[in-house]
């Protein structure tokens, strides 16, 4: 016990820890003192988009466990080298999270869409187009997987014929998720019309002068002289 106490205590970096108080114990009393409000706002901005891409990017994290605590198990064997690439170590320990929970994807969309979706939290949307854009692979994978699963089964007896198989499973889930990241992570939305309209449908108006998304081009657009 004491052992632990003293790891805790002189594990930490003290002195990068004093250093980062006393800016920002620097910065309080500048913006005190001399009211900077151009600082502030550009701070909040920043913070504010922090928070919306880290947000937006968590969003898939549960759909991604998912696919891979389904299809890893039949990859390992024959490819370790992609284990390791698409299994950090975090993610490996959230697997072990998803093992104990089977219903934690089911869960996930309970949640998000009755409670999230329905009462549009987060107030940003680019992040809650996300959240509805993880429920909706979620809400196919369950169907995709017990498909596979049975498929692999009856077909395939050898396990590297398993495993090859699950790695092509595999490499199209990625295909689709590694899209949906980078766009969280640049606050891109869907540039495909149909699954743009799929999304926007679910998380409806936000307030009574909302503009649809399909609208603001047609707005833009310069009009047609009258004859």
């Not at 820890?17 to 600082?39: A, N, Y």
């Not at 869960?107 to 999230?116: A, F, N, T």
Request: glycine share 6%.
């Amino acid at each position: 016990m004491f052992e632990q106490i003293k790891t805790i205590i002189f594990g930490v970096y003290w002195l990068e820890v004093c250093i980062f108080v006393g800016f920002l114990s620097l910065g309080f009393l500048l913006e005190q003192k001399f009211k900077f409000k151009k600082p502030r706002k550009w701070f909040l901005k920043f913070n504010g988009l922090i928070i919306q891409r880290g947000l937006s990017m968590l969003a898939y994290f549960i759909p991604y466990l998912d696919v891979v605590n389904t299809y890893i198990p039949l990859i390992s064997p024959t490819h370790p080298f992609l284990v390791r690439l698409f299994l950090p170590n975090f993610i490996a320990d959230s697997v072990e999270m998803i093992q104990r929970i089977p219903f934690l994807p089911f869960v996930y969309l309970m949640l998000g869409y009755g409670i999230l979706i329905r009462y549009k939290i987060p107030k940003d949307r680019f992040v809650r187009f996300n959240i509805m854009y993880g429920i909706l692979i979620i809400s196919f994978q369950g169907i995709l997987h017990e498909i596979f699963i049975t498929f692999n089964n009856v077909f395939f007896t050898d396990p590297v014929d398993k495993g090859e198989s699950a790695l092509l499973a595999f490499i199209i889930w990625i295909i689709i998720f590694i899209p949906c990241f980078l766009r969280a992570l640049f606050g891109k939305y869907e540039g495909n019309t149909f699954m743009r309209e799929a999304i926007e449908v679910h998380l409806g108006r936000d307030g009574p002068d909302f503009v649809w998304w399909d609208r603001t081009k047609k707005d833009k657009a310069p009009k047609k002289p009258k004859k």
